[in-house]
């Protein structure tokens, strides 16, 4: 029995002095009110007592990585199964499944197991201390269990051994049972090797540790980057086999080193995927400006190139954008280039990394640059120094819109958080927003008849657009083509818009009825009604032709896409080219303002140029305009400005091409493009001659040291510096992470950053008032879940893990099944109030009965002693005197009440008297 306030009792000694001066008129009575008293003081004592089931919890933690054998999932996944149907009536299992991160499977208070379905963020690591965190945390101090470890023993990030610690000194034991691959015959790229920079020209060294289990010869293959391919044989001795290769590159940038390996024939390898790795060494020196265009050595080419400017072109590709290449280069021009041959994730890395500072961007105008190249909602729109949206009072023609989706069953399918809908809702939304409020809209919902969401109105007279586009629903079925070409040409026919045009939303693999489309089509370009199409799908798709010549007909655009959140950015981007044209192939002169001393010095350009054509664009905020046309539009021409820690420019007018001809002409012209070129490129600041960076890459985590030199008389920086990375999955950025540098010693800091799967690292140093720096790009040789089990790192990771857990009370479970006999009983406290408070009552209740009634005289034994012999016939004559009648007279006489009648006698006589 246990009291949580015992401090409460005392009150029993208050009780006690209160009875002893205030006593009730009977002992009973007193007695039965002390009992009461001390019954309270028991609940407020708050009394209970500890109950030892049988009940425990046992918690899974399963390990998913990709350093498990092929069938680890299948296995772990039955003999949790296992676990669950031995599992006693009283107990509890929780499962966890860990890789980058950690997901319940099962809850310790659900019902059954449905199996491994949790969606992990990536299999390229094991968190298995973040696994173990959460499971403790399940548990609240003081409950019994047991964790269970299905994993090979391999781990990544932060060590396990605070966590196990933790669960020993709460008497949870760690039990294991290990799913390791077969190692035997795994021919593997142990270490590549090489220094994180070198100066051009000069020679440095690839070195490279490869594991053999047989003797045998093996072909090697070496690349850097898009070069040519070097082929090797290599001898290998059973073992660790050492190789290296001195080389040198004249060029500053960023070299991706590909190393590949294949063993002789013969059984299968047990890991293949480490028979590949990479390495990454960065050229110092200035890095040159990428060129992004269909003339790659054109005119704008060797205008830059006659100004001192190192460029390298290329054809736009989405392979150009990957963040590895991109290192390589200072900064990049888009020389009128359309935002869909970038691709989206291509423009998020530029994004990424002009914000972080290591790339400037500068973008040249054209038809197929700004609003009309489809950089309107596109990643590259926030950092661009020109706003894109037009400027209502810009508008002289009214518009007549009509946008038809495909409602069809296919629209329905999942697109991450989202439908495929709800994506085309909101692209349909985005054009909305674009109109005047003196323009025409009409939206079609089809499938196999057209739904008419609302007809052509003005926009000023809609109510409630934008809750009626946004509430479209996929209803089944497959869109019936002509049927919402129909629908949509005959509502623009009766339009009086200047401008009319119809956007059509089809699936590229079921756009079905194709009706007489071409005599509708011809009967809409007669009327001036231009036809877009735009296709979800490939140009490869069993419809792709069909919707192709659609547009054609139309005099429209076609476009393609399999990434439904690029719609949104595709429907504005037609609506720009094909209804509000905001390139303007008008000739213009642009006067300088006196912000040009920004990029350039004073008296270095004239006071105009001439231009063959300009992309309408807005002026931004916290952007400088070089350049205003002097027409009536007076729009910006040339901006520079800032996105994050990077440096953008634009030039609104055509650089090269149709529209250039004036600007080719004029000696100011490349002036002016070299100038916003070197204004934008990203430099190095020279603070690091205060100060030496060093990176090194081990155990799986990238360690980044600044060293201070002793004699200085200050440190370089106000607070502690900071490590920013930008992290790339497959091209994709991922939220910037920020690493604050600690204080090893008086003159090093330093921090660590972990290293995850394939992923490129892009680290830069900073602090307060200081431009970022940015270091060496890391990247591991291969995930580090395919790491040799017989490499020394593997090996000691093994024997700590399996010593940690056996520290804790764990043991090898060749029989999972069997620890639930192992699980210690469940101790559990158990409160005592609700029947305390039940005696309380009952004891309550007994003292008013014995108040009222005086219960206690029916409980009462009297022994009562024998009588002489005269005393008996003298009680037994009386009996058979008072057998007699009594006389008439006396009958009404009241009896009087011998001294042996008890008070109950009287208390009847007299009830019988009323």
């Known amino acids: 029995m246990n009291c949580l306030y015992p401090a409460a009792w005392l009150l029993l000694l208050c009780a006690g002095a209160f009875c002893c001066s205030h006593p009730l008129p009977t002992r009973r009575l007193t007695l039965l009110r002390l009992l009461l008293y001390t019954v309270l003081i028991a609940i407020l004592a708050g009394t209970g007592i500890n109950w030892r089931g049988q009940a425990g919890v046992l918690i899974a933690l399963v390990d998913r990585s990709h350093s498990l054998p092929p069938a680890a999932e299948e296995l772990s996944e039955q003999i949790l199964r296992d676990l669950e149907q031995s599992r006693p009536a009283d107990c509890q299992l929780g499962i966890i499944s860990f890789a980058a991160g950690h997901s319940w499977e099962k809850l310790p208070g659900s019902v ?143 070299l991706d080193y590909q190393l590949s390996l294949a063993g002789e024939p013969g059984p299968a390898d047990g890991s293949p995927e480490n028979n590949h790795a990479r390495c990454l060494v960065s050229i110092a020196g200035r890095k040159p400006l990428l060129l992004l265009s269909d003339s790659p050595e054109g005119t704008l080419a060797r205008l830059l190139q006659n100004s001192g400017l190192a460029v390298q072109g290329r054809r736009p590709a989405p392979a150009e954008l990957d963040p590895a290449k991109l290192s390589a280069y200072a900064g990049v021009l888009l ?81 991450g958080p989202v439908t495929k809908m709800t ?132 005099q429209g655009k076609c476009y393609f896409t399999e990434q439904p959140e690029e719609l949104p950015r595709i429907f504005a981007e037609d609506t720009f080219v094909m209804a509000l044209n905001t390139f303007l192939d008008t000739p213009v002169r642009g006067d300088f303002t006196p912000a040009v001393q920004t990029i350039t010095r004073p008296g270095t350009l004239p006071p105009s140029l001439e231009f063959g054509g300009y992309n309408l664009c807005g002026p931004k905020a916290g952007s400088e305009n070089i350049l205003i046309s002097a027409d009536e539009q007076r729009a910006p021409l040339a901006a520079v400005g800032y996105a994050g820690q990077g440096r953008t420019a634009a030039l609104a007018a055509e650089a090269a091409g149709n529209y250039s001809s004036p600007v080719a002409s004029q000696p100011a012209a490349s002036l002016l493009l070299s100038a916003l070129a070197s204004w934008m490129l990203a430099g190095a600041d020279n603070s690091s001659e205060q100060f030496l960076l060093n990176q090194e890459i081990s155990n799986g985590d990238l360690r980044v040291e600044l060293l201070l030199p002793p004699e200085r008389l200050q ?113 559990r406290r158990v409160s005592l109030t609700p029947a305390l408070a039940l005696l309380a009552i009952l004891l309550l209740l007994l003292e008013v009965a014995e108040r009222r009634l005086t219960l206690s005289r029916f409980f009462r034994w009297n022994k009562t002693a024998p009588q002489p012999a005269e005393k008996q016939q003298e009680d037994s004559t009386r009996s058979l005197t008072a057998m007699q009648p009594p006389p008439p007279e006396a009958t009404s006489a009241e009896p009087l009440a011998g001294p042996q009648d008890s008070a109950l006698g009287a208390a009847f006589r007299r009830a019988r008297r009323k």
């Open 715 to 827: 440190d370089p920086f106000p607070s502690t510096p900071e490590v920013s990375v930008l992290v790339f999955d497959r091209t994709q950025a991922q939220p910037l992470q920020r690493h604050r540098l600690e204080w090893e010693t008086p003159d090093r800091l330093s921090c660590r950053v972990p290293l995850a799967g394939e992923n490129v690292y892009l680290p830069s140093i900073s602090w307060p008032g200081q431009t970022a720096l940015p270091l060496a790009p890391a990247a591991l040789p291969y995930s580090p879940e395919f790491r040799p089990l017989h490499s020394p790192a593997a090996q000691h990771k093994l024997a700590q893990l399996l010593t940690w857990t056996a520290a804790t009370g764990g043991q090898e479970r060749l029989q999972p099944g069997a620890i639930w006999q192992d699980l210690p009983p469940q101790s």
């Open 335 to 415: 020389e009128n280039v359309p935002a869909g041959r970038l691709g989206l994730p291509g423009m998020e890395a530029l994004s990424a990394l002009v914000q972080a500072g290591r790339l400037g961007l500068l973008m040249t105008g054209g038809r197929n640059a700004f609003a009309c190249g489809g950089y309107y909602r596109s990643p590259l729109e926030p950092v661009l120094p020109l706003a894109l949206e037009q400027r209502q009072e810009l508008r002289q023609n009214r518009l007549g819109l009509v946008v038809a989706l495909d409602r069809s069953g296919s629209m329905s399918m999942p697109c």
């Open 423 to 554: 994506l085309a809702n909101r692209a349909t939304l985005e054009v909305f927003r674009l109109l005047h409020g003196s323009d025409e809209f009409a939206v079609i919902a089809v499938d196999s008849q057209a739904h008419l969401v609302f007809p052509l109105t003005p926009v000023h007279q809609l109510q409630n657009a934008e809750a009626k586009i946004l509430s479209i629903e996929s209803m089944g079925g497959g869109i019936y083509t002509y049927t919402a070409l129909h629908q949509g040409i005959s509502a623009l026919l009766s339009s009086t818009a200047v401008t009319r045009h119809l956007l059509l939303f089809a699936d590229a693999n079921d756009a079905e009825e194709p009706g007489e489309y071409r005599e509708l089509l011809r009967r809409a370009a007669e009327a001036g009604i231009t036809v877009s199409v735009v296709g979800l799908g490939r140009e490869s798709d069993l419809y792709a032709d069909f919707l192709q010549e659609i547009a054609a007909l139309g």
């Open 112 to 254: 059954s197991f449905a199996g491994l379905k949790a969606v992990l963020p990536s299999r390229h690591s094991s968190d298995l201390a973040g696994a173990l965190a959460a499971a403790l945390n399940s548990l609240p101090p003081g409950r019994s269990g047991r964790l269970l470890l299905l994993s090979d023993g391999q781990y990544t990030g932060i060590s396990p051994e605070q966590g196990l610690a933790q669960a020993a000194a709460r008497g949870l034991a760690v039990d294991w049972q290990l799913l390791r691959r077969q190692g035997g015959n795994d021919l593997a790229i142990e270490e590549f090797r090489a220094p994180w920079q070198a100066r051009p020209g000069e020679f440095y060294t690839l070195s490279c540790t490869i594991w053999s289990p047989t003797e045998q010869e093996s072909r090697c293959s070496l690349r850097s980057n898009d070069g040519p391919e070097q082929t090797f044989t290599l001898s290998l001795q059973p073992g660790r086999n050492q190789f290296s290769w001195r080389v040198r590159h004249s060029e500053p940038g960023l």
